[in-house]
């Protein structure tokens, strides 16, 4: 079984930045973020595997980063050059499986949530 819990969304300009942290318990081999508005299909923002490979949606390419801290147990999410349309609430999820095989943000296992608003 793995738990998740996420910390550090909020309310920032256009612009501006964040970073989510997430406390994970419990094994996985690939862990991420993904995103939801509602009445919208999720999105996956960002993943990781255990060998330390990083996957980014296009959409948040060279704005955001992903991160982990292995001693910590803490995932990371570094959100940079804040666009309105990053707007959603962000989620921290994991799975036993490699990210690759991970499609459109659907993790075995995801925490919470945390939201995320950008004002213009």
């Known amino acids: 079984q793995v738990q998740l819990v996420e910390s550090g969304g909020g309310s920032v300009q256009a612009g501006g930045s964040l970073r989510l942290s997430c406390v994970v318990s419990g094994y996985s081999y690939c862990m991420g973020w993904f995103r939801q508005v509602p009445g919208k299909e999720r999105e996956g923002v960002a993943a990781?595997?255990?060998?330390?490979?990083?996957s980014y949606a296009d959409s948040v390419k060279g704005r955001f980063t992903i991160s982990k801290d292995n001693a910590k147990n803490t995932l990371y999410l570094q959100l940079n050059s804040l666009k309105p349309e990053d707007t959603a609430m962000y989620y921290c999820a994991a799975d036993m499986i490699p990210c690759l095989y991970i499609t459109t943000g659907h993790f075995g296992y995801r925490g919470q949530g945390t939201q995320v608003t950008v004002s213009s």
């Open positions: 990781v595997d255990s060998d330390g490979s990083t």
